[in-house]
């Protein structure tokens, strides 16, 4: 490792810390630039699904697991199940199919 | 939003805090299990998984900076990510600091910010009243106590579950975000949008050669940025998210 560990726990910390702390401390009045609004609004869903896609795929013993759960927390998420089952659901799922391929 | 002279009635207690916390605790239990176990699989030890916990008190950002510390990434490269990745924070914050009761001190904002997560921010200022001090320091407790315990739980579990059953729990954190994404995807067609095109972005720089060089820290900021802006320019959001 390049740096010691506290050196990366120090800064993935303050930074956090910082986009907290100062909206909050500082800002009182509502944000009235549009661009950034609408910016700040879409990034949650953009960078969770750069995250799920394709690391998903390889997150499990194999490709084949991965795509089940995968496709088990599709289909809960959008029947509106919570995070929690989904979580799990495809957990279990991925750890199904890998225990049937074992077995062929 | 409607301006009214009206002072909007305040919730402040402490008892109702810390029982609204419970099930966020609960939940962020048996996420950051799997953090901790990640972590210790990774390579880092107990004691830092747990450390990272305590200090950040963030999944998603977590979990990417622990890639880029096993990927041994830059310093620079971990502050970006964190900096991106945590980017809906402050509008959370900002959000926040709209509905906070005039009891709240500016020492008070400076701990609350520690823990601005979003199931936190979600029922914090998903009521209509305002939010006091006593109650929000109530809703804390337990979600940062969850957090802190599971990554604890996870990291020492870690080397005792058979490997079977680790690799499929790699795949709970994706499920999560799964969980996250589509029910608004599935409502808000602009988001859908972006998120069909974070999907592309992030197929085109983890396959395409040249583009696959990029480090994964890097690539997570650079998809992100440019499929929410693109969202910011095609699709503009009229009125603050509540």
């Not at chain 1, 499990?60 to 989904?86: E, N």
């Not at chain 2, 402050?90 to 509905?99: I, P, V």
């Not at chain 2, 109530?138 to 990291?155: E, F, H, N, Q």
Request: some cysteine.
């Amino acid at each position: 490792m390049t740096y010691g560990i506290w050196a990366y726990i120090a800064v993935m910390a303050g930074v956090t810390y910082l986009v907290r702390m100062l909206p909050l401390t500082l800002f009182r009045k509502k944000l009235n630039n549009r661009f950034l609004r609408s910016f700040l609004f879409y990034v949650p869903y953009a960078v969770l699904t750069v995250m799920t896609v394709p690391a998903v795929f390889e997150s499990t013993g194999s490709v084949f697991s991965a795509c089940v759960g995968f496709a088990v927390a599709l289909v809960l998420a959008y029947r509106g199940a919570q995070l929690l089952p989904v979580a799990i659901a495809a957990c279990v799922a991925a750890f199904a199919a890998d225990w049937l391929l074992a077995l062929f | 939003m409607e301006e009214t002279k009206q002072t909007p009635a305040c919730r402040n207690s402490l008892a109702a805090g810390l029982r609204d916390g419970v099930p966020i605790g609960l939940g962020y239990f048996s996420v950051s299990i799997t953090f901790g176990m990640m972590a210790v699989a990774g390579g880092l030890p107990v004691w830092a998984a747990v450390a990272i916990s305590m200090t950040n008190v963030t999944s998603a950002g977590q979990f990417a900076g622990l890639s880029i510390i096993l990927a041994n990434g830059t310093l620079f490269e971990t502050a970006l990510t964190q900096l991106i990745i945590n980017a809906r924070y402050a509008l959370m914050s900002l959000s926040l600091s709209q509905k906070l009761d005039r009891g709240v001190t500016l020492l008070d904002r400076f701990l609350m910010s520690f823990m601005i997560t979003d199931e936190v921010y979600a029922v914090a200022a998903g009521g209509e009243d305002n939010v006091g001090r006593r109650y929000f320091y109530g809703l804390m407790l337990a979600p940062y106590l969850g957090w802190a315990l599971g990554t604890l739980t996870g990291a020492v579990a870690s080397s005792l579950l058979p490997a079977s059953v680790q690799s499929a729990l790699g795949l709970a954190i994706y499920g999560m975000f799964i969980a996250i994404v589509v029910p608004v995807a599935k409502k808000v067609k602009p988001v859908l949008k972006v998120v069909a095109l974070s999907i592309v972005l992030s197929c085109a720089v983890h396959y395409l050669p040249v583009l696959n060089r990029i480090s994964s820290g890097f690539a997570i900021i650079l998809c992100t940025v440019i499929a929410a802006a693109a969202g910011a320019v095609l699709f503009p959001v009229e009125e603050v998210e509540e």
